[in-house]
Nanobody, 123 residues
């Protein structure tokens, strides 16, 4: 059974940093693109960042470029999201997702999802 388990969320103040982790188990994610999405209250789930398996190419939502960094440790089957200079508008539940192939920004193509970790940024 494939599982993606996120951790690292919490309550922080504006300007603080957090690192989210997503540990994958149940299969190897070789060849899989991994991504982080987020969903704020009353809003649709949106793509935040993604990373390919082989080249490690990264993709970001415009509003997080320069503040967030996605990375992966293939040996540990773990993907990370380093979030710096957090803003109140970053408040959301953050989800890890995986799909075979390339990074895409839509939620539909992702086969595997975690349960989410909540990030709250106070002003």
């Amino acid at each position: 059974q494939v599982q993606l388990v996120e951790s690292g969320g919490g309550l922080v103040q504006a300007g603080d940093s957090l690192t989210l982790s997503c540990a994958a188990s149940g299969r190897t994610f070789s060849g899989y693109a991994m991504a982080w999405f987020r969903q704020a209250p009353g809003k649709e789930r949106e793509f935040v960042a993604g990373i390919t398996w082989s080249e490690g190419s990264t993709y970001y939502l415009d509003s997080v470029k320069g503040r967030f960094t996605i990375s992966r440790d293939n040996a540990k089957n773990t993907v990370y999201l380093q979030m710096n200079s957090l803003k109140p508008e970053d408040t959301a539940v953050y989800y890890c997702a995986g799909r075979r192939g390339t990074v895409v920004i839509g939620t539909g193509p992702y086969m595997y999802w975690g349960q989410g970790t909540r990030v709250t940024v106070s002003s």
